[in-house]
């Protein structure tokens, strides 16, 4: 069975809870990991670019994201 027809096979959360395990297997080794170029466009942008937006808790601002791409599909 291929990865993509195991992954067809789960309900979402068990493919969030599959994608926390692959981002902690990937955030664990960050030296064989190597961002695209575009990454250090994005993050020199911000730096000299602040947003005047007040900051929020990371707990808050996961919530706030998962609100915006439930709302995403609950449109289309």
Same mark, same amino acid.
């Not at 067809?8 to 926390?20: D, F, G, I, R, V």
């Not at 466009?41 to 808050?60: C, F, G, T, Y």
């Given at each position: 069975?291929?990865?993509?027809?195991?992954? #067809?096979?789960?309900?979402?959360?068990?493919? /969030? =809870?599959?994608?926390?395990?692959?981002?902690? !297997?990937?955030?664990?080794? $960050?030296?064989?990991?190597? #961002?695209?170029?575009?990454?250090?466009?994005? /993050? =020199?942008?911000?730096?000299?670019?602040?947003? !005047?937006?007040?900051?929020? $808790?990371?707990?808050?601002?996961?919530?706030?994201?998962?609100?915006?791409?439930? =709302?995403?599909?609950?449109?289309?």
């Amino acid at each position: 069975m291929s990865l993509e027809s195991m992954l #067809s096979t789960l309900s979402p959360s068990e493919k /969030l =809870a599959a994608m926390n395990i692959l981002w902690k !297997d990937l955030s664990s080794n $960050p030296a064989g990991f190597i #961002s695209p170029d575009w990454h250090g466009d994005v /993050l =020199a942008e911000r730096i000299a670019n602040p947003s !005047d937006k007040p900051r929020l $808790p990371i707990d808050a601002a996961f919530e706030e994201i998962k609100e915006r791409l439930n =709302a995403r599909r609950t449109q289309g």
